[in-house]
């Protein structure tokens, strides 16, 4: 069956980085892209953006824009995102997806699987 | 502020039914097609509608949504307690070149 494994939960320091992993497996790594979805304590759910497996191609959400990095590694079926300069806004769980395009849409997509989440807390 | 509008909160009994809405604008929902997650607190969320009234393999027929114009519904009917979590719409915004998501639904059933 599908599934997504996230890495374990982080604590880092203001203006540091994080990376989180997301191992795929269940199905053809290349044939779905993946999405990183946050959301902060208690609050509602954030997109953060998504790349294509299939050629690596992005999309960000203007907020984060040149403070986060996706990647993904084929040869692992492994997804990772990079958040950097991390200020206290930033401590949420975080999830990957499997990102479903609807046929003949590139952006319009809904998200099938998810990642168990991965906490990230930014704290001095 | 969330842009699409979902109300904070649903309250029903056990095997009623519930309406759950989700406004938006002619460059979201107008414009897209909407998908629903149900979050159980502590939990991943879960595909529950995809491309408006689409159910996933597993959802049970109870769950049920719709569209019309710029707002979209999510219909659950014979409520179990089992369903008492956090729902969520979402759909692609054109102007905003973005997912967005509404704002969290807390359904308690008692």
């Known amino acids: 069956q599908v599934q997504l494994e996230q890495s374990g939960a982080e604590v880092k320091k203001p203006g540091a980085s994080v990376k989180v992993s997301c191992k795929i497996s269940?199905?053809?790594?290349?044939?779905?892209?993946i999405a990183w979805v946050r959301q902060a304590p208690g609050q509602g759910l954030e997109w953060m953006g998504w790349?294509?497996?299939?050629?690596?191609?992005?999309s960000f959400a203007q907020r984060l824009q040149g403070r986060v990095t996706m990647t993904t590694d084929t040869s692992t079926s492994t997804a990772y995102m990079e958040l950097r300069s991390l200020e206290s806004d930033d401590t949420a769980v975080y999830y990957c997806?499997?990102?479903?395009?609807?046929?003949?849409?590139?952006?319009?997509?809904?998200?099938?699987?998810w990642g168990q989440g991965t906490l990230v807390t930014v704290s001095s | 502020q969330s842009v699409l509008t979902q109300p904070p909160s649903v309250v029903a009994a056990p095997g009623q039914k519930v309406t759950i809405s989700c406004s938006g604008s002619s460059s979201n929902i107008g414009s897209s097609r909407v998908s629903w997650y149900q979050q159980i607190p502590g939990t991943a969320p879960k595909l529950l509608i995809y491309d408006n009234n689409k159910r996933p393999s597993g959802i049970p027929d109870r769950f049920s949504g719709s569209k019309s114009g710029t707002s979209a519904t999510l219909d659950i009917t014979g409520l179990q307690t089992g369903d008492e979590a956090d729902y969520y719409c979402a759909s692609w915004d054109t102007r905003l070149s973005a997912v967005v998501f509404g704002g969290r639904t807390r359904l308690t059933v008692l």
């Open positions: 790349i294509s497996a299939f050629d690596g191609s992005t």
């Open positions: 269940g199905y053809k790594f290349i044939s779905f892209g």
């Open positions: 997806a499997r990102r479903r395009a609807y046929s003949g849409y590139a952006d319009l997509a809904y998200f099938d699987h």
